[in-house]
């Protein structure tokens, strides 16, 4: 099969009897792998463990990310298949902050890079989750370290501890903290070198059980896409390109910026196709809609 071309590959056989690298040191493998194996035919799964992800970039700040989260995801994905020597690597990358259409809520973006070098394709797929458990904050005691773990929902949700939400070269950065007396004991020393110390949450795949569950539900989506062959050519990943706006106001009918439907494109031939709501929703909530509430 490795010499054949894209066009004479275009359905799901180019996955046929192949084992998939999982480029993650944080345990990503346990929602990635099973996500895919159950839509495509691989032979297997197996976690890259020869590499260093943190290089592209660290949450708690020790390695800045130098490229945006899309770029760096690919270049993950790149490594993992230049260490392990397998074609066909996955790898994901996530940021928090903000969600656009409401910027005072928080988001989880979790991009997924699937390379496969032996027919020289490389895709990723997005997914925005409102569902996070992600924050940080200045405490100047105990009690305020303890109150914000309680927020956070810990121990189930790791923390970390730093001097200062910038970290800087030699701060000491305690990553990983899972029961109270190591959190209490960590909190009293940088309290003691501070005064006041830096309480995150510890943003690492297995550390954040709520952002495991999101790359699980990314990976199931964006296997989804990759099993969905175009009706025209077969050309595999027949996928969601756009979201289309104009979802009916519920109570007067007039266009909502809301999503109406989404546009599903063919990379190969160009075919495009509309697909409804995955949750079949057909109307907005009045309190949505520029007419009945301007």
């Known amino acids: 099969m490795s010499g054949r071309s894209d ?3 275009a359905g799901l056989d180019r996955f046929n009897g192949r084992v998939l690298g999982v480029a993650s040191m944080h345990g990503k493998e346990r929602v990635i792998g099973p996500a895919l194996m159950a839509r495509l035919p691989l032979a297997g799964v197996v976690v890259i463990h020869e590499l260093d992800t943190d290089k592209f970039g660290a949450f708690s700040g020790e390695v ?6 899309r770029t760096a995801c690919l270049q993950k994905a790149r490594h993992g298949a230049e260490v392990s020597g397998l074609d066909l690597v996955i790898a994901s990358e996530g940021s928090f902050g903000p969600y656009p259409p409401a910027p005072f809520i928080s988001c989880d ?7 496969d070098l032996r027919n020289a394709t490389e895709l990723v797929h997005r997914h925005v989750s409102l569902n996070t458990v992600f924050g940080g904050e200045e405490c100047q005691s105990e009690g305020e370290v303890i109150a914000f773990a309680t927020r956070m929902q810990f121990p189930e949700h790791h923390l970390v501890l730093k001097p200062a939400a910038a970290w800087r070269s030699g701060d000491r950065v305690i990553k990983g903290i899972n029961d109270r007396d190591t959190l209490v004991r960590a909190a009293r020393m940088l309290l003691a070198e501070n005064g006041t110390i830096w309480v995150e949450c510890d943003l690492r795949a297995m550390a954040n059980p709520t952002r495991m569950r999101v790359i699980g539900d990314a990976a199931e989506a964006f296997a989804a896409d990759l099993a969905r062959c175009c009706p025209t050519c077969g050309l595999f990943n027949f996928a ?6 104009g979802l009916p106001c519920g109570q007067c009918g007039f266009p909502t910026r809301s999503t109406r439907a989404h546009l599903r494109e063919c990379r190969g031939c160009g075919h495009r196709q509309e697909a409804e709501r995955p949750d079949g929703k057909r109307t907005e909530d ?3 809609c ?5």
Do not use: F, H, K, S
Request: proline residues 10%.
């Open 7 to 9: 066009e004479q590959v």
């Open 64 to 69: 800045e990310r130098g490229a945006d989260p």
């Open 109 to 115: 973006e979790e991009w997924l890079a699937l390379v």
């Open 240 to 245: 969601i390109t756009q979201a289309l706006w």
């Open 286 to 288: 009045p309190q949505y």
């Open 290 to 294: 520029d007419l009945c509430n301007p």
